[in-house]
DNA sequence: CGCAAATGTAGTCGATGACAACAATGATGT
DNA sequence: ACATCATTGTTGTCATCGACTACATTTGCG
């Protein structure tokens, strides 16, 4: 049986995955350094090599976070080939997913952001340009017509981290989601394309 | 010099009021139920005969704060007497004041409700239902058409937190602020009264 | 080969939440 | 009045935690 060598290697990747594990299952409340480094088989000091503090681990965790939703909303909206409307909806949709698969972690990425002015390059932002894309590309279809794309798209990602917070609440019944998402994107497209 | 009373008389409520008070200064993270006890000058574990643990603290302080939500939205939408669209700018103003100003409590409003099913009759329910009466109003005078009251009701609420997460996650700016809420909340109008 | 940086370990400190045993106070019924 | 009992507060203790320091092992680079 081999001892697990002095190096473990790969620590800093196994922390945020188990930390991942940990936060979606129980609340980022339950993170424990001490207990991530237990489960890691390393001594209690470790993780610390990797991560200065516990704030810095949920920090990592919420921009991975943040790296994740942007890559599952842009797999949605260019995975869908049916025009603006069809992209929007699955677009939603993902969101709504990841937002009920990872309702802790979601609201740790936007806790992790509070006090902090937004860098225009970080990953919180990527996934928000998907959402500007997705409205520019409606306006050069016609199938939008009001606004500049960015406070357009901010409305939009307000409506969708709206929903999603409403859901982790348990004020949504999950049953006749897919019909709300779908109700609030129609009527945000229909109070859209009006003319002002 | 009175020596303070064995019975403090109100402890209950100021350990309410002095937690409020740090989550708003430095959020729910930086709550200990031992400062509170020292704050309040009573022993380090006077504050469980009030709150059997930490969790009910921050509980008690999340439904404090749907009380007072729903205080407020209702003061705004029935102080405004112009009609349904200014009364549901108003009430959306206030939200947005209470966002703001409490940004931390209102994310601990929304996470100590997750993992519990809504009862109809809690505060948070009675801050929904300000939604609720203004849509109803807003039907019955003929600005809005679509949908039931409960649906769209709902994704009033939902842009509206959606709106004020996207502030404290600093992913809004605060200077335009209200002609955003203002675009979102007209938007949301036209949406809802076109025919379906 | 040797040295420095990276990574892990052991030990410690102060703070915390939870709990138990005990004390003071106040309310209630007679 | 007063005995009794629930309420509310206190002291003491424990396990756990995050943070820090000093030290050990490994790796990689010159």
Known sequence: ?????????????????EAARTVRERGAGALSLRQLARDA?????????????????????????????????????EGTADGFEARLQATAEAYIHFATEDAALLEMMFAS????????????YRAFSVMLDLIRQGQESGALRIGEPERVGLILFATMQGIAALISAGMIETDGLDELVGDAISRFLRGSRATA
Do not use: C, I
């Not at 049986?1 to 995955?17: I, K, S, T, V, W």
């Not at 993780?47 to 909303?73: C, I, K, S």
């Not at 952001?113 to 919180?124: L, Q, S």
């Open 41 to 77: 088989g390393v001594s209690h000091a470790a993780p610390r090599r990797h991560f200065a503090d516990r704030q810095a681990l949920l920090d990592a965790l919420a921009e991975t976070g943040f790296v994740r939703l942007g890559d599952e909303l842009r797999a949605a909206a």
């Open 113 to 124: 952001k509070r006090g902090v002015e937004a860098e225009p390059n970080d990953a919180a």
């Open 1 to 17: 049986m081999p001892d697990r060598p002095y190096h473990h290697g790969n620590l800093r990747q196994e922390l945020l995955a």
